[in-house]
């Protein structure tokens, strides 16, 4: 099993980056999928989330209007498109596949940087 998360860079206020999760080894339109992030010294925050057929997503506050999530299950794919990017923001962002109410596979993380 594997997620592997991509896309993460330094970028200016007002940015926009768009990761990519992909996964290996597990049927993945079964499992719903996250984005969580980690910044330093901070405890790590749920980000998004998106239903196995992709119908249904959920954001945290802080993002909502500015982050999407989405997938495509003929990629094995899950992707968040952050546009409106803020220091804020700044974090090592984690994709997970989630089965009913447990994270089961984590991936290893990728470094979004918003800086001017």
């Known amino acids: 099993v594997q997620l592997v998360e991509s896309g993460g860079g330094v970028v200016q206020p007002g940015g926009s980056l768009r990761l990519s999760c992909a996964a290996s080894?597990?049927?993945?339109?079964?499992?719903?999928m996250r984005w969580y992030r980690q910044a330093p010294g901070k405890e790590r925050e749920l980000v998004a989330h998106?239903?196995?057929?992709?119908?249904?997503?959920n954001y945290a506050d802080s993002v909502k209007g500015r982050f999407t999530i989405s997938r495509d299950n003929t990629k094995n794919t899950a992707y968040l498109q952050m546009n409106s990017l803020k220091p804020e923001d700044t974090a090592v962002y984690y994709c997970?596949?989630?089965?009913?109410?447990?994270?089961?596979?984590w991936g290893q993380g990728t470094q979004v940087t918003v800086s001017s």
């Open positions: 998106i239903s196995g057929d992709g119908g249904s997503t």
């Open positions: 080894g597990f049927p993945f339109n079964s499992y719903s």
């Open positions: 997970s596949a989630r089965w009913g109410f447990r994270d089961v596979y």
